[in-house]
């Protein structure tokens, strides 16, 4: 396979935080930031949306030994969205968020909460943090009420969420803008740099399951975390087919669009206005799309490089082949 990634200066590494609800996709584009030398991640800010906050919380502890991610903190963040009652999950991750793959760590909890840890860390970075986006956006819609000047600290916002057409938990709406409608229409009009990889943007990632099913053979045998932890994250996905882009094929989300964050040359984006349904019950959660106005600063994804998705997918597996981390668990 021609490697079609670009070399990269490990010298302009980029400081990123990731907000996420493991998750298994969450888990892999957590992965694949792991392996990649061109980002530094800060921290981990778990929010309830797939599971319930303690699953996502545990999920992101364990990620953290299993990854080596060694000076990332790991934060707890809401429990419940900003207006709508807790507890909208799906059964797409499995009871415990990981496919029956959670189990408990040592890892040390941050004494900051999501929301505090998310300033904190843009202050510190002075204005160069980027933010990775994979859940429900309560932890930073909190963050952003708690702190107004935070919004001239975050460098940009990649989000996986919302759609420019179609949902997956509704006909209408992407299941992290449903969860949490009301913290979605904050994010979007906070006057954050942002990007939203929608359902429909991703979709060219789409994989076939025979292709799922090479990746899967290909480094079932390899040990490590890749051979004892990834392929069967992978495998669960495989098998658990709905909700993942159809019947036929499987968007692994926030993998897809991790890699539209690690490699934005190989992604196409529109400037646009972007709002969210909040109040009608039917289409709860549906992006609103229009005309960007003067002073939005909100792209949408319009496309993405599929090869250069499946070569992030197999040097991320490369990478944690052999790893001795889980041993030590
Ligand atoms: O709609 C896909 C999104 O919802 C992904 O972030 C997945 O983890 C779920 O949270
Ligand atoms: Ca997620």
Redesign the pocket.
Known sequence: MSELLPEKNVQDVRPVLID???????TLAIMLCASDPSVSIKAITAVA??VSLNHTYENALLLKKLFGLKDTFVSKGAEKPLVLPAGRV?A??GNDGLGGLSRKTDTPADALPAWERIYQTALQEKGNLEILA???LTNLALALRYHPDLKDLISQLVI??GSGSYG??TSEA???SW?DPDACEEVFHSGVPLLLCG?DGLQPAALEFSELDSIISDFDSCGGVTGDFAVPVIRFIRNGRH?WGGYNNVVI??LA?AVCFLHPEQASYRSVHLSCETDDERTLGKTLISEALSDDLSGILTGMNKEIYVQCIHSMLRHFSGSRILAEN
């Open positions: 996420s609800d493991p998750g298994v996709d969450d949306g797939n799906t797409v991750h994979l859940g429900p996986m969420g997956n938990v992407e299941f992290n969860v359902l909700g989300y926030d669009a």
